[in-house]
């Protein structure tokens, strides 16, 4: 005898309500805790081929790796905690005042494919990787991961927009201009020196904000000043502010570069806003205070790259340094859109020249969109 058929005797649907017909959510306008983990729902693309089919004008990209920090590890899971802390889709920047995903495409191109315990082979990737994205003329803008890998990326950046010159604005509690750490070339705290040692920089064009603390000794801030390197110590945000110190930034960075990379170790917040760090200094930015630069950055300048690093989520308190970090990429492509909105309502004169035009409302693409 076959089971009665429960449909006939009970509709629960019906009679729950459960029947009805629903409007079907568009995946952008979903939670940020509903679907699969991608920087604010962008979508993800992480064949290469693809990505150039597309031509996205920003693509996101994580890098997970630590294997060179000197302190507390952890940074490893930075990419996927910093996709994850979101409560917003990036809709309408409120501070901007424009929809910054309706005015450049943004996707994620996923993650780099690091194994642990190789750093060679994590640097190599690294680099590797950020040449397939940027062949695609995206702005890569990179989710770490330990500072090491900023050699490998930015190496990356300045070869593929060659002839122009890569400058670097960098926010860090820390200069990461040691020539070594325990006899580590590679390490967390030593990109900076490989990057103007192997010619990839000129240490001209690399200024520095919020450093403190009690490192590097005086040695090394020879070695920077030989380099003709500037740098604003957090005791000068505090006596002029963060925006006077950011617009001297600027200037300095362009007396000697064409395009902007905006580096952002996560310690330059003060560890009592940004605790999921490996070395974390007292007494750095307020989270309101560095949003507000790269802003200011973003909007002003060709940013050519970017990278947000060092967020370790085993130190973090309710997400509060990965929402830190995602908001920096955010502020980094809103500012970058407004730019773009500017420099359209300019209308250059007709022979052609750009006299009377601020230089910084012209974009300079990388290709994509720009």
Known sequence: MSPPDVRSQSDYGHANGWDHDFPVSDPGDAPGYVGAVAYCGRPVITDTAELRRRAPDVAILGIPFDDRVSYRPGARFGPRAIRQATSTGGGHSLALDVEPFRILDVVDAGDADIVPAWPERGHAVAFQRVLEVMSSGAVPMILGGDHSISWPVVSAVAQTIAPRRVGMIHFDAHADTADDENGVRAGHGTPMRRLIESGAMDGRALVQIGLRGYWPPPAVF??????????????????????????????????????????????????????GTGTPEPGGLLTRELLRAVRRIASSVPICGMDVMEVAPPYDHAEVTAMVAHRCVLETISGMAARKVAADRVRLPESGTTAGVRNEQIPVSIGGRG
């Open 222 to 275: 020879e070695w920077m000043r030989g380099q003709g390197m500037r740098w604003h110590l957090m005791r000068e945000v505090e006596e002029r502010g963060i925006d006077a110190v950011v617009d001297d930034a600027i200037i300095e960075v362009l007396q000697h570069a064409d395009m902007v990379y905006l580096s952002i170790d996560i310690d330059v917040v003060d560890p009592g806003m940004a605790p």
